[in-house]
């Protein structure tokens, strides 16, 4: 099944502490993004991947970072988080040649909370 | 840039009714548009897709339709039930490979 898989669901992590939220997309895309997601903000984009080491910012860039060392993988990484990033995150793939037949595929989102 | 607006904000319907959903964009040079289904803390489900050389598309009760030149896109959604209750997102392709989001359209079909 064609997909956008996000790891994990939900997180509850404290001040400071690095993680890294995983998303995985097996339709062979080359555009990967990632957003968040506030209450009354809507959709914002982080950071987004053209492809394969291409990575550029997108609109709330700051505390974030991103890898695309692979095309399957597009991991989002905050270094020490801080409780202004508790929000819910998504991330999407797109096919740069059949994006205008087939559009964006989001994942499942993390729920994250940064305490 | 591309600047999308969705209306209602919200909406709250009896069963049965037959509605209809908003969103226009500022640019019209688009490869296409894009609705999705949110539930509550969930991700994005895509409804429907119009290509930009397209006028409509259908899937069940839904029909959605494409006025590139006026910069609008409507999504019809017949006889409504309660399991339609959900935030509906409009996402607008254009030139580049960032997608424009509106704000979403909050439905509420009560029995």
């Known amino acids: 099944e064609a997909q956008v898989t996000q790891n994990p669901r939900y997180l509850i992590t404290v001040t400071g502490k690095k993680l890294t939220v995983t998303c995985s997309q097996n339709?062979?895309?080359?555009?990967m993004s990632w957003y968040r997601q506030d209450p009354g903000l809507g959709l914002r984009q982080i950071y987004y991947?053209?492809?394969?080491?291409?990575?550029d910012k997108g609109d709330v860039p700051e505390g974030y970072k991103v890898s695309r060392k692979e095309k399957r993988n597009f991991p989002l990484i905050l270094e020490s988080p801080s409780p202004n990033q508790t929000s819910l995150y998504f991330c999407?793939?797109?096919?740069?040649?059949?994006?205008?037949?087939?559009?964006?595929?989001f994942g499942s989102g993390t729920r994250l909370t940064v305490v | 840039k591309q600047e999308v607006t969705q209306i209602p904000a919200a909406l709250s319907v009896p069963e049965g009714e037959n509605l209809v959903l908003n969103c226009s964009f500022t640019?019209?040079?688009?490869?296409?548009l894009q609705w999705f289904r949110q539930d509550p803390g969930k991700g994005l489900t895509s409804l429907l897709l119009?290509?930009?050389?397209?006028r409509e598309q259908t899937s069940g009760r839904l029909n959605a339709s494409l006025d590139k030149s006026s910069g609008r896109s409507t999504l019809y959604i017949a006889a409504s039930q309660p399991g339609d209750s959900a935030t509906y997102l409009c996402?607008?392709?254009?030139?580049?490979?960032?997608?424009?989001f509106g704000r979403g359209t909050s439905l509420i079909v009560h029995p």
């Open positions: 991947s053209m492809n394969v080491e291409v990575t």
């Open positions: 119009i290509q930009s050389s397209q």
């Open positions: 996402a607008v392709h254009g030139g580049s490979y960032i997608p424009t």
């Open positions: 339709m062979n895309h080359e555009y």
């Open positions: 640019d019209s040079a688009i490869y296409n």
């Open positions: 999407a793939s797109s096919s740069a040649q059949d994006r205008e037949r087939y559009g964006y595929t």
